[in-house]
Structure formats: C-alpha cells, structure tokens
RNA sequence: GCAGCAGGCCACCUUAUCGCUGCAAUCCUUUGGAUUGAAGAGGAAAGUCCGGACACCAUAGUGCAACAUAGCGGAUAACAUCCGUCCGUUGAAAAACGAGGACCAGUGCAACAGAAAGCAAGUACAGUUCGGCUGUAGUGAAAUCAGGUAAACUCUAUGUGGUGCAACGCCAUGUAAACCAGUGUUUGAGGGUAGCACGCCUAAAUUGGAGGGUAGGCGGUUUGAACUUUGAAGUAAUUCAAAGUCUAGAUAAAUGAUAAGGCUCGACAGAAUCCGGCUUAUGGCCUGCUUUUUCU
C-alpha cells in the first residue's frame, strides 16, 4: 500500500463521508477506557491510536450528553455543528500527523453555541492535538 | 371595531458555494469507487395514553375470577375515536361539556331537621271491632311506607392470552451445563404456568443431530386500512367507482454550514416496524357565527 493512494483516496480536502465515521460499540468503550484527553471549553477531545484495517487514517466520532440538552432537537444541532467544524478544518489533521487515529469530540458546555464558537474551539483542539504527536515522533 | 365561539390553512423565503443519506442510470477489473440525475423529518415526528396490523410463544386451551367500556342509532380493520340525535348541566348567545345502562335481584349508605330514614322508638288530638288498630298534626326531598344513591358493593350487555421489530428469519464465527430426535424411566412426585381449579409443560443417563449468548452483516424496512383529482350515495362520520402518483428509510444514527438579499424578523420542536386516534407544547393567517354592554 503507497501513501500516495492512501491520500489520492481522499480526493477532497472538505469531505466527512461515512468512511471516516467511528463506529462500533467497542471502539468507543475503548476510546472512553484509555483514550487520551484534551479540553477547549466547551469542548473535549479523546482520542487513541487505532487500526481500522481498511484505508482511513482518521475516524471521528461527535457525541452531546443527553444530561446537558434534554432535547433531541438540540442535541442534533450541536452534532451538525461539530462535523461541519470538523470538515472544514480537517485539513489540520490529515497533513501534520502519522499514524491511525480515532478521535471523539465531546461537548461539554451547557448552552447552545454559534457555529463561529465551536469552529474556533474545534481548530484549538486539533492544533494541540497536532503538536505533541509531532513531539513524541521527533523525540 | 372590541370581546367571545367554531372551523380550515401555512410552518421564513430566494440565490450561490462547500458538504451528508439512501435510490436510479452510466462507467471502472472485483470488495468497492467515480460521474450524472431526481428525492430527503412533523403538525405535533413528542407523551407512550387507547385501538389495530405484523411476529413469536400450550407458560398460548377451558371455566371462574379480574379488568375495560356504557343513552339511542350509525361509521370503521378496530377503539375509550369519529358522526348524528335525545336528555342533563353551563352560558346572554354562538356553543361547550357529561363517570347519561339497571336500585319493582339482593346487600349497604344517607348531612341538617325529626321520636323514628330500620331492628329500634313513638308526642298531641280524634276515631275505634279497645289490639302500640286507624286517621290527622308536627320534621323533611322522602315517613313501619315507598323514595334517593350504582365516581357503594352488585347486576346486565359487549370485549380482553402474553410479549413487543432490541419481535422474528437468515449468514459468518463457533465452546458448553442449553436445543431437537431416538432409547430409557416414574407415585408424572417435586417444579413451572401474571389469581384459583382443570389442563398443559418438565427429570437423570446414553446415542446421534444441530448449534447458543455477546459483538458484526443481511432481511424484516417501507406500496400503504397510502396520497391527489373527479364523479356517485349519505344530514354527517364515511363508503363506492374511475384516472393518476411513488412520496425519508438513518443505524454513535443522514437535512447542515457559509455569503448575499428580502419581509410580517421566523414559535413548539427531529422519523427509528407501520397505521387510526387521544393528550400535551406552540407562532401566524383566513373564513363563518354570537350580541349582555360600549362606540359609530
């Protein structure tokens, strides 16, 4: 398997097909169990190395604690508002890291937030995120 | 015009760019991918309160019990829903609401007043076949006589098995104490069966077959008591006929983001097996009706 095909698999830079959605029961039991954790409130980010044994090198997932919205409605706007933060900014990841990643957006606020609130916060994360994993490959 | 009552309709819109989900067609060597096309949440999708469809299970059957419903007539697959109508209650009216079957089958209950609303007593006066026999007065809605009451037991009629698509079927993986069939064995004991009785089911051992749970994939899964239009029957709910349409199928769960413009500045709120209702949340528009009072 070239890199080369594995990237030319991801023609697009803002996609966020289902490919590249975790899924799986155990995945997230794993992802909660062991799974490293970075916070820019309102936001928190989990992730783990992980093989999916086909070719993404990233799964995210985007979750809403039903405690903090009662409501689905709500729960489904601040979802939409994470993936669409995601895509647009997946960039960051996809060209700094090595690697298989699974990653778990968590919101942890309690109010609904603009779409401008969580994009800032989503490229905070993702740039921390980026920046010790470089560290650990050099070191 | 205000106020009130009833019914119906809509659910911010337009354009561009970037995305998401399944479907169809075409292309590529397959798992799969690419391109194009037409689609893509609600009136309540909600609460899970009723009624069904569908699926499985004798632990599913029968009788009793229990529960539900309750004028009358109709509609429906069915209902506690809907329509018509009578009666009652509320309101000035338009209208709304109703736990509206039966107390000459039985049992019970009854405030105040009253001696007494049953198992215990009887005031006054009069009559008398001299017996607390009869009448009148007095209390009360009702008095040794019937009434009232069934959101009192009860009776009558009708209906109700249970569990829910995480049902259930199949595939791959694949170890048993579980399953199926035969042999075998018994007071079918003990045990199980939402209440009781009957009934029903059930053991160890051994041989063979088949293969659980958990996680995964596929089916179930969207063509349906469907929708639109027209005609006919009916006061109506609704039914019948003809023509046309295909209209969400996700599964850590698809409808979003950005930019610009407009207006009345956008409420409640997200399909999860599917339908018919009910209830609750909620922005706006339109139509019809009522007239106690006030204004013109």
Redesign the pocket.
């Known amino acids: 398997m070239e890199p080369e095909q594995s990237m030319g698999s991801i023609k697009?830079e803002?996609?966020?097909?289902?490919?590249e959605?975790?899924?799986?029961?155990?995945a997230?039991e794993v992802l909660f169990s062991e799974g490293k954790t970075l916070k820019v409130y309102p936001l928190q980010l989990r992730y783990l190395p992980m093989d999916f044994g086909d070719e993404s090198k990233v799964k995210v997932?985007?979750?809403t604690p039903k405690r903090k919205f009662k409501?689905?409605?709500q729960r489904?706007r601040v979802?939409?508002?994470l993936r669409?933060a995601f895509?647009a900014n997946k960039s960051l990841v996809f060209n700094n890291i090595e690697g298989n990643f699974a990653l778990l957006f968590l919101y942890i606020g309690h109010t609904m937030p603009?779409?401008?609130e969580v994009e800032a916060a989503v490229r905070e994360l993702l740039q921390n995120f980026v920046k010790p994993e470089l560290h650990e490959k050099n070191s």
Not at 14 to 19: A, D
Not at 21 to 26: D, F, I, P, Q, S
């Open positions: 697009k803002h996609t966020f097909s289902k490919k959605k975790l899924k799986g029961k155990k997230f997932a985007v979750v409501k689905a409605f489904n979802k939409r508002l669409e895509r603009t779409f401008s």
